[in-house]
């Protein structure tokens, strides 16, 4: 089973960028704990993590040419306004789970929309950087069944 991990805006600023609300781990951090679950779970994994909303388009076309069996997306900011994303999704027809490390709708209130959660199989959202974790699981469990 291979897995593409696709972090949007910001994401690369893990550890440094509001820490009170995203931790104190780093991306590094956040994919070695991926990795290790994912080495637990007999799961390939592939990173991604982009500042450019293409870019992210490119990488999800990218994971249907490669025959990914699933997708966790962490689309940051392009989560409430990017319909190319969610365009993207609904393209490659691959299981994607959408993973938030806050909650969203416990923020401002234009964070409470979700273009591409239409196109997810779930979303996760609030449970740190845990939430990446449980996604992974949720795909084995999906993919595997």
Known sequence: ???????GPN????????PEIYG??????????IQAEAERLGVSVRF???????EIVDAIQEAYFDKMDGIIINPAAYTHTSVALLDAVKSVGIPT?????????SREDFRHVSYIRAACVA???????EGYLEALRLLCDIVRT
């Open 1 to 7: 089973m291979q897995v593409m991990v696709i972090n």
């Open 11 to 18: 994401m690369n600023f893990l550890g440094t960028r509001q």
């Open 24 to 33: 104190t781990a780093t991306y590094d951090d956040l994919a070695d704990m």
């Open 48 to 54: 991604f993590q982009s500042n450019c909303e293409g």
């Open 97 to 105: 789970v959408e993973v938030h490390i806050s909650d969203p709708d």
């Open 123 to 129: 979303t996760i959202k609030g449970h740190g950087l």
